[in-house]
């Protein structure tokens, strides 16, 4: 699996947008950009996916850049729920068939009153 | 959306005894699961892949007569430390995904266990 590059630590304010970026500068064509949350002593929460086109859900945006070597997840409205680490992994995802998640370090998000 | 349900969500265990922990995927079949374990302030670590009806695949370093892992039915899969040392106490967590819907991986919400 490709190697993905976050920032240790953010901090964003309550109510304004948090936006995490991740480099995966080696990834290949069949692989797709996950990204999930942890929140302390909780397991990985599922966030959002994506190949090359920008998607969005309930929870939030991810951009990825046209050559696919980097991305942002976007949180439009960060709350202090929102504080947790954020992982951001490549991974194959092809039908039915399942492909281990290799987790990094991940960013660990605070958001501040 | 997809539901896994990881039991127990704390245990202490007597250093030398064995510990079993259950995962199970309440509305979906899922013939693979992943079992991870998570040190304090570190990242979560793949121990071995669990198969419907077949051995499991361990990673580099697990060794799998310490870790058994069962995954005798298509919703159900167990991992037991056997003769747990203080070393084993971590959080351990498992994760399946539902293949007929368009998202990640479902997590349980991990086992805490602690071995004195």
């Known amino acids: 699996d490709a190697k993905t590059t976050q920032p240790t630590s953010m901090d964003c304010a309550e109510g304004r947008a948090a936006n995490l970026p991740c480099n995966h500068s080696t990834i290949s064509g069949n692989e797709y950009v996950y990204w999930y949350r942890q929140i302390h002593s909780q397991g990985p929460q599922y966030i959002i996916h994506?190949?090359?086109n920008n998607e969005t859900n309930e929870m939030a945006s991810l951009i990825i850049t046209e050559d696919r070597k980097s991305s942002t997840l976007i949180l439009p409205h960060a709350t202090l729920r929102d504080t947790a680490v954020y992982y951001c992994i490549v991974s194959q995802n092809s039908g039915g068939s399942n492909y281990k998640l290799t987790f990094g370090k991940g960013t660990l998000l605070t958001v501040n009153p | 959306g997809a539901v896994v349900s990881q039991h127990p969500s704390w245990v202490i265990c007597k250093s030398g005894t064995s510990v079993k922990i259950e995962c199970r995927s309440l509305d979906f079949q899922a013939t693979t699961m992943f079992w991870y374990r998570q040190f304090p302030k570190q990242s979560l670590m793949l121990m071995a892949t669990?198969?419907?009806?077949?051995?499991?695949?361990?990673e580099q370093g697990v060794e799998k007569d310490k870790f058994l892992i069962n995954h005798a039915s298509l919703t159900l899969s167990t991992l037991t430390v056997t003769s747990a040392h203080p070393e084993d106490s971590s959080f351990y967590i498992c994760?399946?995904?539902?293949?007929?819907?368009?998202?990640?991986?479902?997590f349980g919400s991990g086992t805490r266990l602690t071995v004195v």
């Open positions: 994506g190949l090359k």
């Open positions: 669990s198969n419907e009806g077949s051995k499991a695949t361990y």
């Open positions: 994760s399946a995904r539902d293949p007929d819907r368009n998202y990640g991986y479902t």
